[in-house]
């Protein structure tokens, strides 16, 4: 049972878009900033957005990042087959600890 | 460019120990905190442990407290996960991550099984 509570899968045609949300509470979500991670199958997690909706340097304007209260969503615009992938939320917690969603299965149809 | 990589993964048998280590270029490793976090085949992700860059503040997730010791040496810019009592549920891949989870190493197999 993961601390973070995201949908177990999403889907989209290619070209749309696509929403992803990460639930969490005040100990968590509600008083930190939210990452978000693309895990391609077989390899390591990618960092996407950090600060609830920063982009490190080379991830493209296509992904999103917003958070309000205690939960927050991941955007993806302009689907691609290549964006097929495992998508995590994490963030600290004051429980010392970081914890995250159980993780969201995009699939591009 | 920022590398992270992972080593000393393998197999071990329930109670065992095993210790990995990660190597860091690319930035100024004794200035940063540094985390691991693994994952279970098939499973998400899971924070273990968390130490500040002057190895002053540790954290651990308590399925590994007792256990697992994580340490860090700047002088070689190398973190490591000392892991003792292994048992069936620790196996995973084990991931270095730069804090505050910025950047991955490649992850190493840990499986523990008889």
């Known amino acids: 049972q993961s601390v973070l509570t995201q949908p177990p899968s999403v889907s989209a045609a290619p070209g749309q878009k696509v929403t992803i949300s990460c639930s969490g509470s005040?100990?968590?979500?509600?008083?930190?900033?939210v990452s978000w991670y693309q895990q391609l199958p077989g390899t390591a997690p990618k960092l996407l957005i950090y600060?609830?909706?920063k982009r490190p340097s080379g991830i493209p304007d296509r992904f999103s990042g917003s958070k309000s209260g205690t939960s927050a969503t991941l955007g993806i615009t302009g689907l691609q087959t290549g964006d097929e992938a495992d998508y995590y939320c994490g963030t600290w917690d004051s429980s010392l600890r970081w914890v995250f969603g159980g993780g969201t299965k995009l699939t591009v149809l | 460019e920022v590398q992270l990589v992972e080593s000393g993964g393998g197999l071990v048998q329930p109670g065992g120990s095993l210790r990995l280590s990660c190597a860091a270029s690319g930035f100024t490793f004794s200035s940063y905190s540094m985390n691991w976090v693994r994952q279970a085949p098939g499973k998400g992700l899971e924070w273990v442990s968390y130490?500040?860059?002057?190895?002053?503040?540790?954290y651990y997730a308590d399925s590994v407290k007792g256990r697992f010791t994580i340490s860090r040496d700047n002088a070689k810019n190398s973190l490591y996960l000392q892991m003792n009592s292994l048992r069936d549920e620790d196996t995973a891949v084990y991931y270095c991550?730069?804090?505050?989870?910025?950047?991955w190493g490649q992850g190493t197999l840990v499986t523990v099984s008889s």
């Open positions: 130490i500040s860059s002057s190895s002053s503040t540790i």
């Open positions: 991550a730069r804090e505050p989870l910025i950047d």
């Open positions: 600060d609830n909706n």
């Open positions: 005040s100990s968590n979500i509600g008083n930190n900033y």
